[in-house]
T-cell receptor
């Protein structure tokens, strides 16, 4: 069964460093998302991406964050200068383009620890 | 501000018991409510509910939506240890298909 894959599964970084989290969405999907879950808290929406541009972003997604689809398969989340509060599990998700298919398919997540 | 509230926060049951999980929502321009199961990492999809009063069923799991009272329930009958997980519900508005507003989840522990 097709799945969303994410790398790395866990990354430890120093505060102020840049981090890139990578995702390979399901191949025929057209909409891509990043969510995050701080330990013990709710899953929170960060950003949605369609047709090579951001379609919506949350207040969390400030100038330190960026997303990119550099080729036909990868979808990346970059955090330019990490802060302690960026420590979280980051989930990538994708869905097909059909309007009536509302399910989001989530990856296994990338755990980011900022020291 | 949109919000989704789940209850209880956690519960422990014995194998074979039935559990009922609750999800109330306040979502502007509400479109649908989704249930996910989160065992260790990735939330996995269970149900999407759009219409009131129509039960969705998958094996021992079922769910229903009440758009008048703004809540949904997820039932698990004849629970098994493999049902132990965090169950998440999420609301979606018509304005945004991908932006799900998640609740805090209900942790279910099924003991042998």
């Amino acid at each position: 069964e097709p799945e969303v894959t994410q790398t790395p599964s866990h990354q430890v970084t120093q505060m102020g460093q840049e981090v890139i989290l990578r995702c390979v969405p399901i191949s025929n999907h057209l909409y891509f998302y990043w969510y995050r879950q701080i330990l013990g808290q709710k899953v929170e929406f960060l950003v949605s991406f369609y047709n090579n541009e951001i379609s919506e972003k949350s207040e969390i997604f400030d100038d330190q964050f960026s997303v990119e689809r550099p080729d036909g398969s990868n979808f990346t989340l970059k955090i330019r200068s990490t802060k302690l509060e960026d420590s979280a599990m980051y989930f990538c998700a994708s869905r097909p383009g059909q309007v009536n298919t509302g399910e989001l398919f989530f990856g296994e997540g990338s755990r980011l620890t900022v020291l | 501000e949109d919000k989704v509230v789940q209850s209880p926060l956690s519960l422990v049951v014995h194998e074979g018991d039935t559990v009922t999980l609750n999800c109330s929502y306040e979502v502007t321009n509400f479109r649908s409510l989704l249930w996910y199961k989160q065992e260790k990492k990735a939330p996995t999809f269970l149900f999407m509910l759009t219409s009131s009063g129509i039960e969705k069923k998958s094996g021992r799991l079922s769910s229903i939506l009440d758009k008048k009272e703004l809540f949904s329930i997820l039932n698990i009958t004849a629970t098994q240890t493999g049902d132990s997980a965090v169950y998440l519900c999420a609301g979606r508005s018509t304005d945004s298909w991908g932006k799900l507003q998640f609740g805090a989840g209900t942790q279910v522990v099924v003991t042998p």
